[in-house]
């Protein structure tokens, strides 16, 4: 089957996900875990393997497959999985902001590469990809919320955190969807390939 959900770097990102997953419940009193809910994350941090296979599906399969777009929904769950895994959430400080920032960027750069192979404009995509960011971290803060109410200590979460959270990720999510337009003509050609 061409262009289907063989890509390498596709892969690499699925299978390091699923590793990385693997090993947050299976060391769940490693220092780097405790407190953090990563067995209640667990399932919510796989559902994103099967979301573009899952809508490129429903969509009648059409041809090539966004293995870009899948790469960069999966990267952010991999990204902060991989600095709990790495302990570098406990040991800088910055780790949340900056993965705040940067998951956004790619996550929101996935769904604007899906939105420009519709008849939309590019403000349209711009302002759209943005909203969904929007959305999307709102969301993101209110299930961190519902794990900390749930008696998770580790995610130290505050009424500031949140805050920074939500601009950090929106910005993010508005830089990443106006570099894959400034950028997308090769990104697009980039995406299409099968190597």
């Known amino acids: 089957m061409k262009h289907t959900l063989h890509h390498p770097i596709l892969w690499a990102v699925r299978v390091a996900l699923i590793v ?3 090993i947050t419940v ?3 009193s490693w220092e780097q875990f405790e407190g953090k809910g990563m067995l209640f994350r667990a399932p919510f941090y796989l559902f994103p393997l099967i979301v573009v296979p899952g809508i490129w599906r429903l969509r009648g399969r059409p041809e090539p497959y966004p293995w870009a777009v899948d790469a960069l929904v999966i990267a952010p ?10 302990g570098f959430y ?3 400080d910055a780790t949340d902001d900056v993965l705040h920032f940067v998951n956004w960027v790619l996550l929101i750069a996935g769904v604007t590469i899906a939105l420009r192979r519709t008849e939309m404009g590019k403000l349209n995509i711009w302002t759209t990809a943005y909203g969904l960011g929007g959305l999307a971290i709102i969301w993101w803060e209110f299930a961190e919320y519902l794990v900390q109410e749930a ?4 995610l130290g979460l505050t009424y500031g955190d949140t805050i920074g959270d939500l601009l950090l990720s929106s910005t993010g999510g508005a830089v990443g969807a106006a ?3 400034f950028f997308g003509d090769k990104l697009s050609s980039t995406a ?3 190597a």
């Open 20 to 22: 990385a997953i693997i």
């Open 26 to 28: 299976s060391f769940p």
């Open 77 to 86: 769950f991999l990204l902060d999985t991989l600095g709990n895994v790495f």
């Open 90 to 92: 406990n040991n800088f």
């Open 151 to 154: 008696g998770t200590a580790g």
């Open 179 to 181: 570099l894959v337009l």
């Open 192 to 194: 299409s390939s099968t």
